[in-house]
Protein backbone atom coordinates (compact mmCIF):
# COMPACT_ATOMS: atom_id res chain seq x y z
CA UNK A 1 0.00 0.00 0.00
CA UNK A 2 2.82 2.73 0.88
CA UNK A 3 4.33 1.77 -2.78
CA UNK A 4 0.95 2.33 -4.41
CA UNK A 5 0.06 5.64 -2.47
CA UNK A 6 3.95 6.72 -3.61
CA UNK A 7 3.47 5.92 -7.23
CA UNK A 8 -0.10 7.24 -7.03
CA UNK A 9 1.31 10.90 -5.82
CA UNK A 10 4.29 10.43 -8.19
CA UNK A 11 1.74 10.13 -11.51
CA UNK A 12 -0.57 13.03 -9.71
CA UNK A 13 1.86 15.23 -8.35
CA UNK A 14 1.11 18.01 -10.51
CA UNK A 15 -2.38 18.35 -9.41
CA UNK A 16 -1.23 18.21 -5.82
CA UNK A 17 0.84 21.21 -5.87
CA UNK A 18 -2.32 23.49 -5.59
CA UNK A 19 -2.11 22.27 -1.57
CA UNK A 20 1.10 22.96 -1.13
CA UNK A 21 0.07 26.74 -0.51
CA UNK A 22 -2.76 26.33 2.16
CA UNK A 23 -0.18 23.89 4.06
CA UNK A 24 2.64 25.61 3.94
CA UNK A 25 0.99 28.34 5.53
CA UNK A 26 -0.10 26.54 8.13
CA UNK A 27 3.24 25.26 8.67
CA UNK A 28 4.08 28.93 8.69
CA UNK A 29 1.67 29.20 11.38
CA UNK A 30 1.85 26.52 13.05
CA UNK A 31 6.05 26.65 13.11
CA UNK A 32 6.03 30.42 14.18
CA UNK A 33 3.95 29.31 17.62
CA UNK A 34 5.81 25.95 18.43
CA UNK A 35 9.32 28.06 17.92
CA UNK A 36 8.04 30.94 20.33
CA UNK A 37 6.97 27.91 22.90
CA UNK A 38 10.13 26.06 23.04
CA UNK A 39 12.32 28.93 23.15
CA UNK A 40 9.63 30.20 26.49
CA UNK A 41 10.59 27.05 27.95
CA UNK A 42 13.84 27.56 27.73
CA UNK A 43 14.02 30.62 29.23
CA UNK A 44 11.45 30.41 32.32
CA UNK A 45 13.40 31.95 34.85
CA UNK A 46 13.24 35.58 33.67
CA UNK A 47 9.14 35.39 33.49
CA UNK A 48 8.18 37.22 37.04
CA UNK A 49 4.25 36.41 36.04
CA UNK A 50 2.60 33.14 34.74
CA UNK A 51 4.39 31.38 31.76
CA UNK A 52 1.70 32.72 28.90
CA UNK A 53 2.31 28.49 27.06
CA UNK A 54 -1.79 28.64 26.35
CA UNK A 55 -1.33 31.65 24.62
CA UNK A 56 0.75 29.83 22.12
CA UNK A 57 -1.37 26.91 21.65
CA UNK A 58 -4.43 28.31 21.20
CA UNK A 59 -3.10 29.77 17.91
CA UNK A 60 -1.98 26.15 17.07
CA UNK A 61 -5.49 25.00 18.12
CA UNK A 62 -7.58 27.40 16.00
CA UNK A 63 -5.64 27.53 12.65
CA UNK A 64 -5.52 23.45 13.16
CA UNK A 65 -9.11 23.29 13.57
CA UNK A 66 -9.91 25.93 10.29
CA UNK A 67 -7.45 23.15 8.71
CA UNK A 68 -9.55 20.34 9.29
CA UNK A 69 -12.32 22.00 7.73
CA UNK A 70 -10.86 23.69 4.56
CA UNK A 71 -9.19 20.31 4.10
CA UNK A 72 -12.98 18.80 2.94
CA UNK A 73 -13.04 21.54 -0.15
CA UNK A 74 -9.74 20.46 -1.28
CA UNK A 75 -10.91 17.43 -1.27
CA UNK A 76 -14.08 17.90 -2.98
CA UNK A 77 -11.97 19.42 -6.10
CA UNK A 78 -9.43 16.87 -6.17
CA UNK A 79 -11.81 13.81 -5.90
CA UNK A 80 -13.85 15.43 -9.45
CA UNK A 81 -9.98 15.51 -10.80
CA UNK A 82 -9.30 12.22 -10.15
CA UNK A 83 -13.34 10.71 -10.37
CA UNK A 84 -12.59 8.81 -13.87
CA UNK A 85 -9.09 7.11 -11.80
CA UNK A 86 -10.59 5.88 -9.05
CA UNK A 87 -14.06 4.27 -10.33
CA UNK A 88 -11.34 1.77 -12.25
CA UNK A 89 -9.65 1.27 -8.63
CA UNK A 90 -13.57 0.26 -7.61
CA UNK A 91 -14.30 -1.57 -10.36
CA UNK A 92 -10.81 -3.58 -9.88
CA UNK A 93 -12.14 -4.42 -6.31
CA UNK A 94 -10.86 -1.72 -4.30
CA UNK A 95 -13.21 -0.77 -1.12
CA UNK A 96 -13.90 3.23 0.21
CA UNK A 97 -11.41 2.13 3.25
CA UNK A 98 -9.00 1.42 0.50
CA UNK A 99 -9.01 4.61 -1.75
CA UNK A 100 -9.75 6.50 0.94
CA UNK A 101 -6.16 5.56 2.68
CA UNK A 102 -4.80 5.64 -0.57
CA UNK A 103 -5.83 9.75 -1.15
CA UNK A 104 -5.04 10.19 3.00
CA UNK A 105 -1.78 8.55 2.22
CA UNK A 106 -1.33 11.47 -0.58
CA UNK A 107 -1.83 14.26 1.24
CA UNK A 108 0.10 13.14 3.88
CA UNK A 109 3.15 12.91 2.01
CA UNK A 110 1.93 16.73 0.84
CA UNK A 111 1.58 17.62 4.47
CA UNK A 112 4.88 16.43 5.33
CA UNK A 113 6.74 18.42 2.67
CA UNK A 114 5.21 21.58 3.11
CA UNK A 115 5.20 21.79 6.56
CA UNK A 116 9.02 21.13 6.49
CA UNK A 117 9.27 23.54 4.72
CA UNK A 118 6.63 26.14 6.60
CA UNK A 119 8.53 25.30 9.92
CA UNK A 120 11.96 26.42 8.52
CA UNK A 121 10.77 29.18 7.49
CA UNK A 122 8.69 30.16 10.49
CA UNK A 123 11.97 31.61 12.15
CA UNK A 124 11.50 34.38 10.28
CA UNK A 125 8.29 35.81 11.21
CA UNK A 126 8.74 34.26 14.97
CA UNK A 127 10.99 36.55 15.97
CA UNK A 128 8.31 39.77 14.52
CA UNK A 129 5.32 37.65 16.11
CA UNK A 130 7.22 37.86 19.79
CA UNK A 131 7.79 41.17 19.65
CA UNK A 132 4.76 42.69 18.63
CA UNK A 133 2.64 40.72 21.24
CA UNK A 134 5.47 42.34 23.74
CA UNK A 135 5.03 45.88 22.70
CA UNK A 136 1.05 45.73 23.14
CA UNK A 137 1.21 43.53 26.51
CA UNK A 138 4.45 44.66 28.07
CA UNK A 139 7.59 43.41 29.50
CA UNK A 140 6.05 42.53 32.44
CA UNK A 141 4.36 39.18 31.10
CA UNK A 142 6.57 38.90 28.20
CA UNK A 143 10.09 40.06 29.15
CA UNK A 144 12.79 40.14 26.52
CA UNK A 145 13.97 36.63 25.33
CA UNK A 146 16.49 35.17 22.77
CA UNK A 147 14.19 33.56 19.97
CA UNK A 148 16.33 30.81 17.90
CA UNK A 149 15.66 27.96 15.59
CA UNK A 150 14.24 25.12 17.32
CA UNK A 151 14.64 21.33 16.13
CA UNK A 152 11.49 20.37 18.52
CA UNK A 153 9.17 23.37 16.76
CA UNK A 154 10.17 21.76 13.44
CA UNK A 155 9.29 17.96 14.45
CA UNK A 156 6.20 19.32 16.47
CA UNK A 157 4.91 21.24 13.65
CA UNK A 158 5.40 18.25 11.07
CA UNK A 159 3.52 15.51 13.31
CA UNK A 160 0.81 17.61 14.48
CA UNK A 161 -0.11 19.35 10.68
CA UNK A 162 0.55 15.71 8.96
CA UNK A 163 -1.44 13.75 11.72
CA UNK A 164 -4.11 16.66 11.09
CA UNK A 165 -3.83 16.45 7.18
CA UNK A 166 -4.08 12.29 7.36
CA UNK A 167 -7.68 12.27 9.45
CA UNK A 168 -9.49 14.70 8.08
CA UNK A 169 -8.48 13.56 4.21
CA UNK A 170 -9.25 9.91 5.53
CA UNK A 171 -12.77 11.07 7.06
CA UNK A 172 -13.78 13.30 3.82
CA UNK A 173 -12.53 11.14 1.17
CA UNK A 174 -14.36 7.89 3.12
CA UNK A 175 -18.03 10.84 3.42
CA UNK A 176 -17.60 11.12 0.01
CA UNK A 177 -16.73 8.13 -1.58
CA UNK A 178 -20.46 6.77 -1.97
CA UNK A 179 -21.69 4.08 -4.15
CA UNK A 180 -23.22 7.24 -5.87
CA UNK A 181 -19.44 8.57 -6.61
CA UNK A 182 -18.84 5.27 -8.53
CA UNK A 183 -21.94 5.11 -10.89
CA UNK A 184 -23.83 8.65 -11.12
CA UNK A 185 -21.40 11.42 -12.18
CA UNK A 186 -23.85 14.27 -11.05
CA UNK A 187 -24.36 12.67 -8.01
CA UNK A 188 -20.76 14.13 -6.58
CA UNK A 189 -22.76 17.44 -5.34
CA UNK A 190 -25.33 15.33 -3.33
CA UNK A 191 -23.20 13.15 -0.71
CA UNK A 192 -25.02 13.52 2.09
CA UNK A 193 -28.51 12.22 2.16
CA UNK A 194 -31.48 14.81 2.11
CA UNK A 195 -32.61 13.48 5.61
CA UNK A 196 -29.10 13.92 7.13
CA UNK A 197 -29.12 17.39 5.36
CA UNK A 198 -33.11 18.46 6.93
CA UNK A 199 -31.61 17.09 10.27
CA UNK A 200 -28.72 19.33 10.46
CA UNK A 201 -30.86 22.67 9.12
CA UNK A 202 -33.81 21.74 12.00
CA UNK A 203 -31.01 21.59 14.52
CA UNK A 204 -29.34 25.23 13.43
CA UNK A 205 -33.15 26.57 12.94
CA UNK A 206 -33.87 25.23 16.49
CA UNK A 207 -30.84 27.01 18.30
CA UNK A 208 -31.47 30.17 15.63
CA UNK A 209 -35.02 30.80 16.82
CA UNK A 210 -33.61 30.39 20.81
CA UNK A 211 -31.06 32.63 20.36
CA UNK A 212 -33.18 35.17 18.42
CA UNK A 213 -36.19 34.75 21.97
CA UNK A 214 -32.99 34.76 24.34
CA UNK A 215 -32.23 38.20 22.60
CA UNK A 216 -35.16 39.41 22.78
CA UNK A 217 -36.07 38.59 26.01
CA UNK A 218 -33.28 39.34 28.06
CA UNK A 219 -33.70 43.46 27.88
CA UNK A 220 -37.25 43.16 29.45
CA UNK A 221 -35.82 40.79 32.14
CA UNK A 222 -34.71 42.37 35.83
CA UNK A 223 -30.92 40.26 35.61
CA UNK A 224 -28.12 39.45 38.55
CA UNK A 225 -25.37 42.32 36.52
CA UNK A 226 -27.94 44.70 34.87
CA UNK A 227 -27.05 46.02 31.95
CA UNK A 228 -23.18 44.85 31.55
CA UNK A 229 -24.29 41.19 32.14
CA UNK A 230 -27.28 42.13 29.37
CA UNK A 231 -24.85 43.42 27.12
CA UNK A 232 -22.63 40.73 27.27
CA UNK A 233 -25.15 38.49 26.90
CA UNK A 234 -26.70 40.10 23.74
CA UNK A 235 -22.78 40.37 22.31
CA UNK A 236 -22.23 36.75 22.69
CA UNK A 237 -25.84 35.72 21.42
CA UNK A 238 -25.18 37.91 18.03
CA UNK A 239 -21.58 36.22 17.79
CA UNK A 240 -23.53 32.51 18.12
CA UNK A 241 -26.05 34.12 15.63
CA UNK A 242 -23.61 34.89 13.01
CA UNK A 243 -22.12 31.93 13.49
CA UNK A 244 -25.06 29.97 12.54
CA UNK A 245 -25.61 31.91 9.72
CA UNK A 246 -22.76 30.53 7.98
CA UNK A 247 -24.27 26.57 8.09
CA UNK A 248 -27.37 28.38 6.34
CA UNK A 249 -25.10 29.52 3.99
CA UNK A 250 -23.56 26.18 3.58
CA UNK A 251 -26.97 24.85 3.45
CA UNK A 252 -27.93 26.55 0.59
CA UNK A 253 -24.68 27.01 -0.98
CA UNK A 254 -24.23 26.91 -3.98
CA UNK A 255 -28.18 28.13 -4.99
CA UNK A 256 -27.96 31.39 -3.01
CA UNK A 257 -25.13 32.65 -5.26
CA UNK A 258 -26.30 31.66 -8.18
CA UNK A 259 -29.61 33.29 -7.79
CA UNK A 260 -27.99 36.32 -6.83
CA UNK A 261 -25.79 36.04 -9.79
CA UNK A 262 -28.68 35.98 -12.48
CA UNK A 263 -30.25 38.90 -10.55
CA UNK A 264 -27.24 40.89 -11.03
CA UNK A 265 -25.69 40.26 -14.41
CA UNK A 266 -28.54 38.66 -16.35
CA UNK A 267 -28.17 41.49 -18.94
CA UNK A 268 -24.46 41.61 -19.93
CA UNK A 269 -23.52 41.77 -23.20
CA UNK A 270 -19.82 42.48 -23.28
CA UNK A 271 -17.85 39.12 -24.21
CA UNK A 272 -15.58 39.14 -21.13
CA UNK A 273 -18.96 39.30 -18.47
CA UNK A 274 -20.97 37.19 -20.48
CA UNK A 275 -18.00 34.41 -20.86
CA UNK A 276 -17.03 34.96 -16.56
CA UNK A 277 -20.50 34.46 -15.80
CA UNK A 278 -20.83 31.19 -17.29
CA UNK A 279 -16.96 29.85 -15.84
CA UNK A 280 -18.28 31.25 -12.27
CA UNK A 281 -22.10 28.92 -12.86
CA UNK A 282 -19.97 26.17 -14.19
CA UNK A 283 -17.57 25.72 -11.29
CA UNK A 284 -20.16 25.24 -8.34
CA UNK A 285 -17.95 23.39 -6.54
CA UNK A 286 -15.47 26.86 -6.53
CA UNK A 287 -18.04 29.02 -5.94
CA UNK A 288 -19.56 27.14 -2.96
CA UNK A 289 -16.09 26.68 -1.48
CA UNK A 290 -14.61 30.77 -2.17
CA UNK A 291 -18.04 31.84 -0.36
CA UNK A 292 -18.12 29.63 2.93
CA UNK A 293 -14.40 30.16 3.35
CA UNK A 294 -14.53 33.94 2.89
CA UNK A 295 -18.24 34.41 4.39
CA UNK A 296 -16.54 32.40 7.83
CA UNK A 297 -13.64 35.11 7.52
CA UNK A 298 -15.88 38.32 7.36
CA UNK A 299 -18.14 36.53 10.23
CA UNK A 300 -14.97 35.73 12.89
CA UNK A 301 -13.90 39.32 11.88
CA UNK A 302 -17.26 40.92 12.70
CA UNK A 303 -17.90 39.05 15.42
CA UNK A 304 -14.57 39.84 16.97
CA UNK A 305 -15.58 43.54 16.16
CA UNK A 306 -18.85 42.98 18.03
CA UNK A 307 -17.89 41.75 21.60
CA UNK A 308 -14.54 43.69 21.81
CA UNK A 309 -16.72 46.97 21.53
CA UNK A 310 -19.51 46.42 23.68
CA UNK A 311 -19.87 49.15 25.08
CA UNK A 312 -19.01 47.47 28.99
CA UNK A 313 -14.62 49.06 29.03
CA UNK A 314 -13.29 52.23 27.96
CA UNK A 315 -12.11 52.99 24.50
CA UNK A 316 -8.76 52.39 24.29
CA UNK A 317 -9.23 48.94 26.99
CA UNK A 318 -11.88 47.68 23.88
CA UNK A 319 -9.24 48.45 21.07
CA UNK A 320 -6.24 46.89 23.09
CA UNK A 321 -8.74 43.24 23.69
CA UNK A 322 -9.32 43.60 19.92
CA UNK A 323 -5.58 43.83 19.00
CA UNK A 324 -4.95 41.15 21.06
CA UNK A 325 -7.75 38.71 20.19
CA UNK A 326 -6.96 39.17 16.96
CA UNK A 327 -3.07 38.09 17.25
CA UNK A 328 -3.91 35.68 19.34
CA UNK A 329 -7.10 34.26 18.20
CA UNK A 330 -8.00 35.26 14.70
CA UNK A 331 -4.82 35.90 12.79
CA UNK A 332 -3.82 32.36 11.82
CA UNK A 333 -7.60 31.17 11.16
CA UNK A 334 -8.03 33.74 8.71
CA UNK A 335 -4.05 33.47 6.85
CA UNK A 336 -5.10 29.99 6.28
CA UNK A 337 -8.26 30.69 4.60
CA UNK A 338 -6.88 33.04 2.24
CA UNK A 339 -4.24 30.72 1.76
CA UNK A 340 -6.87 27.82 0.87
CA UNK A 341 -8.61 30.18 -1.34
CA UNK A 342 -4.73 29.97 -3.31
CA UNK A 343 -4.94 26.49 -3.39
CA UNK A 344 -8.39 26.21 -4.64
CA UNK A 345 -7.60 28.39 -7.27
CA UNK A 346 -4.90 26.51 -8.30
CA UNK A 347 -6.36 23.38 -8.48
CA UNK A 348 -9.49 24.77 -10.31
CA UNK A 349 -7.36 27.04 -12.74
CA UNK A 350 -5.82 23.76 -14.07
CA UNK A 351 -8.70 22.80 -15.38
CA UNK A 352 -9.38 25.80 -17.16
CA UNK A 353 -6.30 24.82 -19.72
CA UNK A 354 -8.53 23.86 -22.25
CA UNK A 355 -11.06 26.54 -21.50
CA UNK A 356 -8.16 28.83 -22.44
CA UNK A 357 -7.02 26.90 -25.31
CA UNK A 358 -10.97 26.93 -27.04
CA UNK A 359 -11.00 30.91 -26.56
CA UNK A 360 -7.84 31.11 -28.76
CA UNK A 361 -9.18 28.73 -31.43
CA UNK A 362 -12.74 31.05 -31.52
CA UNK A 363 -10.11 33.94 -32.02
CA UNK A 364 -10.24 35.17 -28.21
CA UNK A 365 -7.22 37.52 -27.23
CA UNK A 366 -4.94 37.51 -24.59
CA UNK A 367 -6.29 40.83 -23.31
CA UNK A 368 -10.03 39.34 -23.66
CA UNK A 369 -8.51 36.30 -21.33
CA UNK A 370 -7.05 38.49 -18.94
CA UNK A 371 -10.42 40.33 -18.87
CA UNK A 372 -12.17 37.57 -18.51
CA UNK A 373 -9.83 36.44 -14.96
CA UNK A 374 -10.66 39.57 -13.93
CA UNK A 375 -14.39 40.05 -14.70
CA UNK A 376 -14.48 36.03 -12.42
CA UNK A 377 -12.23 37.74 -9.86
CA UNK A 378 -15.09 40.36 -9.85
CA UNK A 379 -17.91 38.58 -9.71
CA UNK A 380 -16.91 36.38 -6.87
CA UNK A 381 -15.64 39.21 -4.59
CA UNK A 382 -19.25 41.11 -5.38
CA UNK A 383 -21.17 37.76 -4.46
CA UNK A 384 -19.27 37.14 -1.32
CA UNK A 385 -19.75 40.83 0.05
CA UNK A 386 -23.66 40.40 -0.60
CA UNK A 387 -23.85 37.60 0.98
CA UNK A 388 -21.68 38.45 3.85
CA UNK A 389 -23.56 41.14 4.19
CA UNK A 390 -26.73 39.50 4.61
CA UNK A 391 -25.22 37.46 7.00
CA UNK A 392 -23.67 39.52 9.76
CA UNK A 393 -26.70 42.28 9.35
CA UNK A 394 -28.75 40.23 12.06
CA UNK A 395 -27.23 41.86 14.52
CA UNK A 396 -29.27 45.63 13.17
CA UNK A 397 -32.37 43.79 14.66
CA UNK A 398 -31.78 45.46 18.27
CA UNK A 399 -31.18 48.81 19.54
CA UNK A 400 -29.61 47.54 22.43
CA UNK A 401 -26.39 47.19 21.03
CA UNK A 402 -24.60 50.04 19.01
CA UNK A 403 -23.50 47.93 16.44
CA UNK A 404 -22.05 50.80 13.90
CA UNK A 405 -21.75 50.05 10.21
CA UNK A 406 -18.69 50.34 9.77
CA UNK A 407 -18.68 46.55 11.70
CA UNK A 408 -20.44 44.87 9.11
CA UNK A 409 -19.34 46.99 6.47
CA UNK A 410 -15.67 47.39 6.32
CA UNK A 411 -14.53 43.40 6.74
CA UNK A 412 -17.28 42.31 4.09
CA UNK A 413 -15.42 45.66 1.80
CA UNK A 414 -11.69 44.48 2.80
CA UNK A 415 -12.12 40.80 3.07
CA UNK A 416 -13.89 40.64 -0.78
CA UNK A 417 -11.36 42.82 -2.15
CA UNK A 418 -8.67 40.88 -0.89
CA UNK A 419 -10.24 37.79 -1.99
CA UNK A 420 -10.64 39.77 -5.76
CA UNK A 421 -7.08 40.58 -5.86
CA UNK A 422 -5.99 36.92 -4.71
CA UNK A 423 -7.94 35.41 -7.44
CA UNK A 424 -7.03 37.40 -10.12
CA UNK A 425 -3.31 37.25 -9.63
CA UNK A 426 -3.27 33.45 -9.03
CA UNK A 427 -5.32 32.69 -11.94
CA UNK A 428 -2.91 35.56 -14.37
CA UNK A 429 -0.04 33.44 -13.08
CA UNK A 430 -1.68 30.01 -13.64
CA UNK A 431 -2.12 31.11 -17.65
CA UNK A 432 1.15 33.43 -17.69
CA UNK A 433 2.62 29.78 -16.56
CA UNK A 434 0.64 27.44 -18.44
CA UNK A 435 1.44 29.54 -21.92
CA UNK A 436 5.36 29.54 -21.00
CA UNK A 437 4.95 25.85 -20.73
CA UNK A 438 3.52 25.35 -24.11
CA UNK A 439 5.57 27.59 -25.85
CA UNK A 440 3.24 30.63 -26.67
CA UNK A 441 3.38 33.99 -26.01
CA UNK A 442 1.19 36.25 -23.97
Known amino acids: MLKLIYYQYIFRKSEWLGAFPVLTVAGIVAGTCFTILFNILANTEVFIQEIPVPLFVAPIFFSGLTLFFLISILIKLLLNIFKKEYRIWYILGANRWQLSILIGGQFTIVALISSFIGSILSILPAKGYYTLIQGQVGEKYFPSIPIHFSFLAVVFTMITLTVVCFISALYNVYILLDENYFTDDDRIQNKISKVRKNFIFGINLFLWL ?21 LSFMSSAIFYLL ?200
Open 243 to 442: VIHIFFVKHLSPWIELKILRILFSNGRNFATIISRWNVIEKKNFLSSVTISMVTAITLITGLLLISNNGIRSGAEQSKEMYISFLFYLASPLFIIVSNIISVTIIISRQEKSINSILEIIGGSNTQIIKIKLFESIIYSLLNAIISLLVVNIANYTNLLIFDAKYSLLPALIVSLILCITIFFTKIIIVFYNCRKSGRVI
Open 210 to 230: SLIIGSIMVPYLDLPGGITYK
